[in-house]
């Protein structure tokens, strides 16, 4: 049988080499990025202690989007790309604006952490640029997910155990140094009211707040992408959506609130490591070199799973029409090759422009997707209502109805919160400049498609 051959379904050409374990670590990894070891940082600075209910908020809506997919997934898996059940459910317009949505998303984050990785590898190799450092990361990762998609899970495997064997570590040093254990003067709490209060800008900053955090806990939907490529798909996505909010609950709003209870919250600004923070209030030595490879691990597995999942999204798009067909065509490892090239190299031009373009314009492509995943969630809670279960029952049972759409109205008042926030505004005006390109390609899509 040829495996391009243009009758046989995408997710049918792709192996099925990814097991539980992958599928286990990638659902955990995809939460846990640099952005909870730097990027809770800025937003500490700009909230103060109330940031623990912005991603107690945040989690929660992620969750809800977990869940519903993951009940859309356990009845028909392997659809190959989460916003292939946006376009089971809403058709095939909604299918092509949500999947360039979450592509256009994931290359924008593989330049990000591309850079992230290279500007703490410059620290130790300071006669190296940035662009080629991040160059090399990329070609490595790139490398990685063209040998096999068991590659890609071994991989992330092993990448994601430690960053949660770090942030584990750090709970239990942390919560130690708090009830004493070589600190003889424990502050307990009190440095969550201390300073101007638990909530110092109002009580309205943690909306405002959820705009930012929420960017840090998307990628635990890149499991049910990876699903298409393992045999385990249904009980894994059963047990992963059972636990994912305890991870995140786990994860960040503990570490958070440690970090909290350990620094004050005045003491953080944008950029800082908050852990490498509290881990010198704690007295551990050299905390800021421990943070720092610990950041560059985080970095790595973010890049590896972008540059997977912008290919295997562009790869389901284009089984579907709404990418060049060619795009569908995998190697000898059965992996889609073109596909992943073709991603890195968007991503690699978008980190370039960091050095070559106005900084107008790479500002404008980092906020272009400060929404759009709100935008994708959106149209995933909304599915939800329209998807074609097998089991009419999967609709309503199990509380889904108030999840979907509690999760639907949690993102549409992010987006409003966004629209009226003078510091969000651009974000949400890039995002929608986006989303505005998309359905013009859509559009001239279907023109050509009548001639």
């Not at 101007?196 to 806990?217: C, D, E, H, K, N």
């Not at 759009?372 to 329209?386: E, G, W």
């Amino acid at each position: 049988m040829n495996a391009n051959d243009a009758s046989i379904p995408a997710t049918e050409k792709l192996s099925k080499s990814l097991q539980a374990r992958h599928l286990v670590m990638i659902s955990i990894g995809g939460i846990i990025g640099a952005g909870v070891f730097v990027g809770s940082s800025a937003a500490i600075a700009t909230i103060g202690p109330a940031v623990i209910l912005s991603y107690v908020f945040a989690g929660i809506v992620v969750y809800g989007v977990i869940r519903i997919l993951a009940r859309m997934a356990m009845d028909q898996p392997g659809l190959g790309s989460f916003t292939e059940y946006v376009r089971a459910g809403l058709g095939n317009g909604a299918g092509f604006i949500s999947g360039w949505l979450y592509w256009w998303f994931w290359v924008v984050v593989v330049a990000i952490e591309a850079i992230a990785g290279a500007v703490t590898i410059q620290a130790w190799l300071p006669m190296l640029d940035v662009w080629q450092i991040g160059l090399g990361l990329m070609v490595l990762l790139t490398a990685v997910n063209l040998t096999s998609a068991r590659s890609y899970g071994e991989f992330e495997f092993w990448f994601a155990s430690i960053k949660v064997a770090a942030i584990v570590v750090f709970i239990v040093i942390a919560a130690s140094w708090l009830l004493g254990v070589g600190n003889p003067s424990p502050t307990g709490l009190s440095n969550l009211s201390a300073h101007q209060g638990f909530a110092p800008f109002g009580w309205a900053a943690i909306l405002t707040g959820v705009t930012t955090v929420i960017f840090s806990m998307v990628g635990a939907e890149i499991v049910t992408v990876a699903a298409a490529e393992s045999s385990e798909s249904n009980k894994t996505m059963s047990r992963l959506a059972a636990t994912v909010v305890l991870r995140i609950l786990l994860f960040y709003v503990l570490s958070i609130a440690l970090i909290l209870c350990i620094v004050p919250w005045t003491q953080f600004k944008s950029g800082d490591s908050s852990f490498a923070l509290a881990l010198q209030k704690i007295g551990i030595p050299g905390a800021a070199t421990i943070m720092n490879v610990i950041v560059l691990t985080a970095v790595l597995s973010c890049l590896n799973s972008g540059v997977y999942v912008t290919a295997r999204v562009l790869f389901a798009m284009a089984d579907k029409g709404d990418a060049p067909r060619w795009l569908t065509e995998v190697n000898k490892r059965q992996v889609p090759a073109r596909a992943i090239v073709l991603g890195s190299a968007f991503g690699f031009i978008v980190m370039l422009m960091r050095d070559v373009a106005p900084e107008k314009l790479f500002n404008f492509l980092l906020n272009s997707c400060g929404a759009l995943m709100l935008f994708t969630y959106l149209y995933v809670a909304i599915a939800h209502f329209y998807f074609p279960y097998s089991k009419p029952e999967l609709r309503t049972t199990g509380g889904a109805p108030i999840v979907a759409g509690g999760a639907a109205l949690a993102m549409a008042a992010v987006i409003v919160a966004m629209c009226v926030m003078p510091a969000k505004r651009p974000e949400m005006i890039a995002s929608l400049a986006c989303f505005g390109v998309i359905v013009v390609a859509l559009v001239v899509k279907r023109v050509m498609a009548r001639r």
